[in-house]
């Protein structure tokens, strides 16, 4: 940039598709909105497919690319490893690249299993390196704000989370098995896809979790072998079928250490919501509460209001004073889901600049497995499950 000299993070991003494409799109714009003194650098893209990979370089404004994630790894001339590929391959590329001396950014769920996560874990910070893990909702300026609001005490204490993830993709039973739904490659369906950012939300704006009580449901046992995917559609490849062995839908009641009480579903089955991320929480002052789909907007009801004037009011998050907002457009000019990818780039290039992890880090990671394994476990045995239980067992303390 003209006149301007930044340091630079120079960043080697495996996997290219759906989450590829936002995080690509986060690292070409930060430095336009924020003016911090990181900035990234595309350095090199990866994926397995030559072809696939090359155009996406090309597409997307990456410098450079390779085939295999240990190579990109091995380069010198690359700061920050972001892993948005399948479940299953979190951990053993995130562990390298710790073990390489690089940083990590990670896509949600961590990993497949609590164990995996608590090894990922512990490689970041035996390697000294920053690390975060792609939660991006808590990065909505109204998210943000809610938190404020609690934080300052203008809801008093908590009472209630109602939190939901309604999507409805794979109603069709000629929907194809994605890897979404093969649990070698995704650990678990709905769960560790959805419920996992209600969890982490519910961890932000309410506290740590206690207990859990929950079950899950697989709708559609057999679905057609697929042929390619990306992100949430894909194509069958036959008649042939094979089997679902991950849950459609997944509930759950939570008691948390503050003594607040919640609802959790998520559900890939929900006809007519296709991205209802939407909670409610309630205090003794006051309740607020967002929907992914509106995102712009937090709705806010006081107690303290006069009598007949009382009801739930909508903010719109946009003015100079909410989180994030300045750095974008005058109030009201809203913005979009893939800005929500921008304001943690520009957490993560601050965590690096300055030498700490933001939260959601890799620690958020490893507590919010320990509450989707929880649930898991409580709806096998169906009974309730306290979270240090599922803790201790893993063999990690936290
Ligand atoms: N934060 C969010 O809101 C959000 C949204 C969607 C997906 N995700 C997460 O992002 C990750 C990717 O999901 P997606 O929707 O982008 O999937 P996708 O199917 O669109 O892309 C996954 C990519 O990973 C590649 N891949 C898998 N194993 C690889 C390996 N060993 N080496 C190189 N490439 C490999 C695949 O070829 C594919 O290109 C998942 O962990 C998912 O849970 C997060």
Redesign the pocket.
């Known amino acids: 940039m003209v006149g301007i000299s930044k340091k630079q993070v120079r960043i080697g991003m ?7 494409k ?1 995080h690509s799109h986060a690292y070409r714009d930060v430095a336009f909105y924020f003016d911090n003194n990181v900035e990234p650098v595309m350095q090199a893209i ?4 030559e072809a ?1 990979v090359k155009e996406a370089a090309a597409k997307m404004g990456w410098q450079s690319y390779e085939t ?2 240990r190579k990109l790894i091995e380069r010198e001339d690359i700061d920050l490893i972001d ?8 951990a053993e ?1 995130a562990i390298a690249a710790a073990e390489a001396g690089k940083h990590v950014y990670c ?3 961590l990993s497949m299993t609590l164990e995996q996560s608590a090894r990922m874990l512990e490689a970041v910070e035996k390697n000294g390196v920053i690390h975060m893990i ?4 808590r990065f909505a300026p109204a998210v943000q704000f809610a938190k404020r609001l609690i934080q300052s005490g203008r809801l008093g204490k908590i009472y209630h989370i109602r939190a939901t993830y309604l999507q409805d993709w794979i109603m069709d039973p000629s929907f194809p098995l ?3 739904l093969n649990k070698e490659v ?1 650990g678990s369906g709905a769960h ?2 959805l419920a996992a ?1 209600i969890v982490d939300l519910a961890r932000f704006l309410v506290g740590e979790f206690k207990e859990v009580n929950g079950m899950m449901e697989t709708f559609i046992k057999e679905r057609p072998i697929v042929e390619q ?4 559609s894909g194509t069958a490849s036959s008649e042939q079928m094979g089997e679902v062995n991950v849950d459609d839908a997944s509930i759950f009641m939570a008691r948390f250490e503050n003594g607040a009480i919640g609802t959790f579903e998520a559900t890939r089955f929900a006809g007519g919501n296709r991205n209802g991320n939407r909670f409610e929480i309630n205090g003794e002052k006051g309740s607020i509460r967002w929907d992914v789909e509106h995102m712009n907007n937090l709705q806010v009801y006081f107690h303290d209001d006069e009598p007949g004037l009382q009801g739930y009011r909508t903010i719109s998050c946009t003015e100079e004073m909410h989180p994030y907002a300045s750095a974008y457009w005058p109030a009201a000019h809203i913005i979009g889901y893939e800005h929500t990818f921008i304001n943690l780039a520009v957490e993560l290039l601050n965590g690096i600049d300055k030498g700490y992890s933001p939260s959601p880090n890799f620690m958020d990671g490893v507590k919010n497995q320990a509450v989707l394994e929880a649930v898991e476990q409580s709806a096998s045995s169906r009974q309730w499950v306290s979270i240090s239980q599922v803790q201790q067992s893993s063999e990690y303390s936290m």
Do not use: Q
């Open positions: 495996v996997g290219y598709k759906f989450m590829g936002a990866c994926g397995r497919n696939g295999d994630w892993i948005v590929t399948t479940n299953n391959s979190h590329i896509e949600k769920p792609n939660h991006n909702y994605v890897w979404r995704s560790g896809d950012h995917s990306s992100g949430l």
